[in-house]
């Protein structure tokens, strides 16, 4: 099993960064793609970004382009999302995610992922 806990998350002003954390343990070895879902309040769950486990690839939503980044360090088990340049409708719950395949398509999917963390909150105040 693996377990994924989340950080990072908080109250910022548009125009703001953060930088969110997901720490992995238990079975990690086995992990390929990790990545970010977020759920808007009263919206449905949306990919946000992914990266393969030795970081040469990564996808981002096009919402996200230019302004998030997404990284990992195998060695801590953990994935980084920087968020630069905050708007109000980023505001929502973060969630990490990992999967054991190795099949690079569907990504942008939910259902790809075997493992979720709880999630952490992201409000950015206009």
């Known amino acids: 099993q693996v377990q994924l806990v989340e950080s990072g998350g908080g109250l910022v002003q548009a125009g703001g960064s953060l930088r969110l954390s997901c720490a992995a343990s238990g079975r990690t070895s086995s992990l390929t793609y990790m990545g970010w879902f977020r759920q808007p309040p009263g919206k449905e769950r949306e990919f946000v970004a992914v990266?393969?486990?030795?970081?040469?690839?990564?996808n981002y939503a096009d919402s996200v382009k230019g302004r998030f980044t997404i990284s990992r360090d195998n060695a801590k088990n953990t994935v980084y999302l920087q968020i630069n340049n905050l708007k109000p409708e980023d505001t929502a719950v973060y969630y990490c995610?990992?999967?054991?395949?190795?099949?690079?398509?569907?990504?942008?999917?939910?259902?790809?992922?075997?493992?979720w963390g709880q999630g952490t909150q992201v409000t950015v105040s206009s």
């Open positions: 990266i393969s486990r030795s970081a040469g690839s990564t």
């Open positions: 995610v990992a999967c054991l395949r190795s099949d690079s398509r569907f990504l942008s999917l939910g259902g790809a992922y075997e493992y």
